[in-house]
């Protein structure tokens, strides 16, 4: 099978498009001052990338991103925020990204729960379990300071009873459940489950370099 010599064959020149090894900080300290300034930067930065804030809450300091979809050996123009190795993985299995910024106090550590205690599952609105600390209206005589944390998942798609071809994934069928009579066929639809398989640490520290410099006014 020569599809792995072929698609690094087609990288190789063009691998000067494709972007560097993780560098930069891992985190962004934002004084309480800033954080309106840091909140909106963050918004920028993300949709300039194609990361699309679906929501954006200010009094809880979090964003999450609608996801953007890798590119492939046949996308070089995608290839500015990928690495050699994601457009490979991309080009073999349909990759998407989608980011989560999150402000939060300096020095926070997530506590983990006891392992006897029981699971009593997400906090639902409204919930008394439920605290809110809005981060825009924290002490102004810098007790409030934050740090900015972003977390970039790469999500892989697979398709129940999806029956490819060792050599394209265009001439791949669906299998089906013969012994269940269907007279009207249903419509077809997406059936795709996402699934996260990595953390994109790279991307991660770009955007908040990036960030950093949408601050510092560069």
Do not use: H
């Amino acid at each position: 099978m020569v599809v792995v010599p072929v698609v690094a064959a087609l990288i190789g020149p063009l691998a000067g498009g494709c972007a560097s090894s993780a560098a930069g900080p891992s985190y962004l300290a934002v004084p309480r001052a800033q954080y309106e300034q840091a909140f909106a930067a963050a918004c920028d930065v993300a949709r300039s990338e194609g990361l699309v804030p679906e929501i954006a809450d200010r009094q809880t300091g979090t964003i999450s991103t609608e996801p953007r979809a890798a590119g492939s050996v046949l996308e070089p123009w995608t290839w500015r925020q990928l690495t050699a190795s994601d457009v490979v993985a991309g080009s073999f299995g349909y990759e998407r990204r989608r980011a989560s910024f999150e402000f939060v106090p300096v020095g926070f550590k997530q506590a983990a729960p006891e392992g006897a205690a029981p699971l009593a599952g997400p906090v639902l609105p409204g919930s008394e379990r439920l605290v809110v600390t809005d981060r825009s209206s924290l002490d102004p005589d810098g007790a409030g300071d934050l740090e900015l944390r972003v977390s970039v998942s790469v999500e892989r798609q697979f398709r129940p009873g999806y029956q490819g071809t060792a050599y394209t994934r265009a001439l791949g069928s669906y299998s089906r459940d013969v012994t269940v009579e269907e007279e009207d066929p249903a419509p077809a639809r997406d059936r795709s489950i996402w699934t996260p398989v990595a953390r994109d640490e790279r991307l991660e520290r770009e955007l908040i370099a990036r960030i950093a410099e949408r601050i510092a006014g560069k």
